[in-house]
Every structure is written in structure tokens, then in C-alpha cells.
């Protein structure tokens, strides 16, 4: 178990650009989830997969961000046209429904500027 | 529309005392609390939780209470540590452990002076 990876840790883009980003989850883990943290606040749910499934989004989920996750594994998470109000930190979590609490286990986070 | 409030940015304490950490919420649908601890550059990591029909759960040195009627929980460390000093967030889900859409809180910032 070598924990939930995001790639890259950070990205640098300038405005109009489009940017994706990797997450890789714990490999027993069935439930993904997107999360995006801004300065001062805590993280706010953007889309959740069971599988290859997407079963929710997040009204902040604007038409310019898509995820997906192909086979039920890996899963990445674009942004099109970005827009300086998308600078945040951008968080990958899963989670296995029979563990114990089923807490979710964050990766480190991909931290997006835009200039 | 903040279903899950911790109203303190921030609480200083003296190692080796009592940290009591607070959080609110709105949502009287939300059954299942966790509290999350985050260190700077790194992702929140899990701490501790409890079920909507339990008031209290204890893990170590810390303990969370809730109390439903004040839709009120509280993270309590003690004794604290240098190495507590993180941000905490309080969460909550509907539909238990298993619920998918865990709502946080902004943090409470934690600082355990040696």
C-alpha cells in the first residue's frame, strides 16, 4: 500500500490553457473522490466514482471541468479554458466501503496557479 | 450554504494541555463525524470518528463528543504535543461510514508550543 499518488504536485498555467491531472488511488480502493481547497478553506467535494462509475458532482463541477476514470482505476480530472478563480489545490481521496470508518485517504494534492 | 462551521481559525495551547477543538453543524440529515488532520505540503489524514448514536469515542489521546441536540461536536487532545500542531478539519457524511460526500469544515489551526 503506497497510498493514493496525485501527479504533478504542482502546475503552472496561464490563462485560457487547458491542464489535467492524475490521480492514482490505493489499489484494493473502489470509491474515488475529487476534492479542491482553496486558501482558508477546507476541501470541497467536486465528483465521486464507485468503479469507472461517476454517481455525483458537485454543482462547482462547471461544464469546463471533466473527470473520468476509465477502467476503475487511475482517474484524471481536466480543466479546460482555465481561469485565474481555478487556482486551488486539487485533492484525489479514496476509499474501500468495508474497511473500518471508511475514512478516505488523501493524496498530497496537485496545486494549480493560474497566471 | 457552510454545513459543517469551525468558527475558530486558530487555538494556541502549552504542551502537555488540554486542546478542545469545536465544530457546528446544520445538516440534521449527517449521521457520521470525522475529524481530519493535515500537515503542511501533505493531504488531510484520518483521525478519529463517531456514529450519530454514540456521544462520545475515545482513540489514545483523543476524543471526539457529539452532542445532536446542539448539532455539536469537539476534539479533544490530551495531553498535546509539539507534533499535534497541524490544521483540523471537522467532516461529516449522511448514510454512515459509507456515505460518499464527506462535507469539511474550513479548519481550525492548531499550535502546541513547547
Known amino acids: 500500500d503506497t497510498g493514493v499518488s496525485q501527479n504533478p504536485r504542482h502546475k503552472i498555467t496561464k490563462r485560457g490553457q487547458n491542464v489535467t491531472f492524475r490521480c492514482d488511488p490505493i489499489?484494493?480502493?473502489?470509491?474515488l473522490y475529487w476534492y479542491r481547497q482553496t486558501l482558508g478553506q477546507g476541501p470541497e467535494f467536486l465528483t465521486y466514482f464507485q468503479n469507472e462509475a461517476q454517481l455525483e458532482k458537485s454543482r462547482l463541477l462547471s461544464d469546463r471541468f471533466s473527470a473520468e476514470r476509465p477502467k476503475g482505476s487511475f482517474s484524471t480530472l481536466e480543466i479546460q479554458r482555465t481561469e485565474q478563480g481555478d487556482s486551488a489545490m486539487y485533492l484525489c481521496?479514496?476509499?474501500?466501503?468495508?474497511?473500518?470508518?471508511?475514512?478516505?485517504?488523501f493524496g498530497n494534492g496537485t496545486r494549480l496557479t493560474v497566471t | 450554504d457552510q454545513q459543517v462551521k469551525q468558527n475558530s481559525p486558530s487555538l494556541s495551547v502549552q504542551e502537555g494541555r488540554i486542546s478542545i477543538l469545536n465544530c457546528d453543524y446544520t445538516?440534521?440529515?449527517?449521521?457520521?463525524f470525522l475529524w481530519y488532520k493535515k500537515y503542511p505540503a501533505e493531504g488531510p489524514t484520518f483521525l478519529i470518528s463517531i456514529s450519530s448514536i454514540k456521544d462520545k469515542n475515545e482513540d489514545g489521546r483523543f476524543t471526539v463528543f457529539l452532542n445532536k441536540s446542539a448539532k455539536h461536536l469537539s476534539l479533544h487532545i490530551v495531553p498535546s504535543q509539539p507534533g499535534d500542531s497541524a490544521v483540523y478539519f471537522c467532516a461529516a457524511t449522511e448514510g454512515g461510514a459509507g456515505g460518499f460526500k464527506t462535507i469539511f469544515g474550513a479548519g481550525t489551526r492548531l499550535f502546541v508550543k513547547a
Open positions: 489499489s484494493e480502493h473502489n470509491r
Open positions: 445538516n440534521s440529515m449527517f449521521d457520521y
Open positions: 481521496a479514496s476509499s474501500y466501503p468495508g474497511e473500518r470508518n471508511s475514512p478516505l485517504h
